[in-house]
């Protein structure tokens, strides 16, 4: 009876904890004028909560336009451009709009995380490191992923040109095709298309070689959610409700797997037997704070992603404090 009390009193605890971690103030009050937000988005499961801020929004007074990009780049230059108030741009983004001398655009918050694994074709081992020799391998270069992954090489010790990198431009759906006609052995990509092609049966995480999320110098943090430095000044009170909007789509979509699900389905428009196992690998919530940033930017200008050292700049441009007002940190 004591273990089963002690027991009981552990789970209470962590249940409180689990509501503590998900809990946000209050809404805010509506605009006294209404308002219209332009939000950029990139359809990948981590930002599903932006399918549902809208109803939100408009209780308080704010109608949404959407835009939409394949590239988290094109979002950036799109924010640094003040074509959109919002979007979901890369975690290294600061850095590389720091390195081009712009200050418009202002890291909010982080989006979500998971484990990174390379994606390899069935019938294609990969299980080592010394099992990448010879294999053709698709990358985004200059993407998050390409550039977790070339950061794991390294403090691994192992030499980029130990596989052939085969460029590929554009969206998933490219890497998805490349790996089915086999084209490639394995893929360096991004949710949903990862669990895409490894619930259809043609490829499998090799999960015995690396998990890349972990590079110190790039962290698991999936996306970043960003504003346009010129909103985030003159517009603050409607970035502020943006941000409780979703961050309150977060924490319920976070709490309850099949609404999240649903939702990454939706927003998507991917099956539910590819989000169902997709969503598995994400786990809502931004990991990112400004030392990652610091350590992205340093990463990038040590191996040459960017031509100066913007450290202290980057840094500089993430400005999470409306997420912790909100969150009642």
């Not at 270069?141 to 070339?150: D, I, M, Q, T």
Request: one cysteine or more; proline letters at 4%; aromatic letters at 8%.
């Amino acid at each position: 009876m004591r273990i089963f009390r002690l027991l009981s009193t552990a789970l209470v605890v962590c249940a409180g904890l689990l509501q503590t971690a998900l809990a946000i103030t209050p809404m805010p009050s509506p605009m006294p004028n209404k308002e219209v937000i332009t939000i950029g988005y990139v359809k990948v499961g981590q930002v599903s909560p932006l399918h549902l801020v809208e109803e939100d929004l408009k209780k308080m007074n704010i109608e949404v336009k959407r835009a939409e990009f394949v590239r988290y780049a094109d979002a950036r230059t799109s924010l640094i451009s003040n074509s959109v108030d919002v979007s979901v741009v890369g975690p290294a983004d600061l850095a590389i709009a720091a390195s081009q001398g712009t200050k418009n655009i202002i890291g909010l918050s982080g989006v979500a995380s998971s484990p990174k694994y390379l994606v390899v074709r069935k019938g294609v081992t990969i299980n080592t490191w010394d099992d990448l020799k010879g294999k053709k391998i698709a990358v985004a270069p200059g993407s998050a992923v390409w550039f977790a992954w070339a950061m794991s090489l390294v403090e691994n010790n192992i030499p980029y040109n130990t596989f052939t990198a085969v460029n590929i431009q554009g969206g998933g759906t490219a890497f998805v095709q490349a790996l089915k006609r086999g084209d490639i052995d394995a893929m360096l990509s991004w949710e949903p298309f990862e669990s895409q092609v490894v619930a259809e049966g043609a490829a499998y995480f090799a999960t015995n070689l690396v998990d890349y999320s972990k590079s110190k110098a790039v962290g698991p943090e999936l996306g970043l959610l960003a504003a346009s430095g010129e909103a985030y000044s003159k517009r603050r009170e409607v970035i502020k409700r943006f941000m409780w909007a979703y961050l309150n789509a977060e924490a319920k979509l976070a709490a309850d797997s099949n609404a999240f699900v649903n939702a990454y389905s939706q927003f998507t428009g991917l099956p539910l037997d590819v989000t169902r196992e997709s969503h598995k690998l994400i786990k809502l919530g931004g990991v990112l704070d400004r030392a990652q940033v610091g350590r992205l930017a340093d990463a990038s200008f040590k191996q040459g992603v960017i031509k100066t050292d913007v450290t202290k700049e980057a840094m500089e441009l993430y400005d999470d404090s409306l997420a912790k007002e909100i969150r009642g940190r």
